[in-house]
Antibody, heavy 122, light 107 residues
Framework: QVTLKESGPVLVKPTETLTLTCTVS??????????VSWIRQPPGKALEWLAH???????SYRTSLKSRLTISKDTSKSQVVLIMTNMDPVDTATYYC??????????????WGQGTMVTVSS | DIQMTQSPSSLSASVGDRVTITCRAS??????LNWYQQKPGRAPKLLIY???GLHSGVPSRFSGSGSGTDFSLTISSLQPEDFATYYC?????????FGQGTKVEIK
């Protein structure tokens, strides 16, 4: 059974750095045409894709947040880590990790974690 | 970056209605378009991949179509469990992007 689980702090202060970990099971981060993305959703708002780490070691970031984001993976631990610096109250959101897999000729997020709510407040 | 725009932002419909949601990309994305359903407090679920492929376990009343810049998701006969928010997402290139969502509410 494929699962993803997010972990990290529930509350961070403005200007602090957020570190989120996605622990996966049921598949390998080194599988071909497979990767993990981080996606967030502010309360009552739409989904925002943040970053991904794909099987060919491709990394990509949301353009508007590129300077604040770092994604990395530890295949031996089956973990993908997202670091976001200089947190602001507007970064308050539920943060999801999702498996991105090759389906047909495209890629899609087929399995999602349950999400972790992060509040930015002093 | 590719921008995705959905319409309408919300709609009211009754059980049994045929519902269509549209999604437009800011540039051609061929058929690299996915659809997701999200219910309150839950993670999104994949419904449709590459514009028209029905994901495993998704009821056949859901269908997708389109190519290039214009796409649609149709629910042929709305069921009570279909009241949710729907998102389109492009997978042509990175950065990935989602539409702003369409909330389907009970009339």
């Amino acid at each position: 059974q494929v699962t993803l689980k997010e972990s990290g702090p529930v509350l961070v202060k403005p200007t602090e750095t957020l570190t989120l970990t996605c622990t996966v099971s049921g598949f390998s981060l080194s599988n071909d045409r497979m990767g993990v993305s981080w996606i967030r959703q502010p309360p009552g708002k739409a989904l925002e894709w943040l970053a991904h780490f794909f099987s060919n070691d491709e990394k990509s970031y949301r353009t508007s947040l590129k300077s604040r984001l770092t994604i990395s993976k530890d295949t031996s631990k089956s973990q993908v880590v997202l670091i976001m610096t200089n947190m602001d109250p507007v970064d308050t959101a539920t943060y999801y990790c999702a498996r991105e897999v090759g389906i047909s000729w495209g890629d899609a997020f087929d399995i999602w974690g349950q999400g972790t709510m992060v509040t930015v407040s002093s | 970056d590719i921008q995705m725009t959905q319409s309408p932002s919300s709609l009211s419909a009754s059980v049994g209605d045929r519902v269509t949601i549209t999604c437009r990309a800011s540039q051609s994305i061929s058929t690299y378009l996915n659809w997701y359903q999200q219910k309150p407090g839950r993670a999104p679920k994949l419904l449709i991949y590459t514009a028209s492929g029905l994901h495993s376990g998704v009821p056949s009343r859901f269908s997708g179509s389109g190519s290039g810049t214009d796409f649609s998701l149709t629910i042929s006969s709305l069921q009570p469990e279909d009241f949710a928010t729907y998102y389109c997402q492009q997978s042509l290139n990175s950065p990935r992007s989602f539409g702003q969502g369409t909330k389907v509410e009970i009339k």
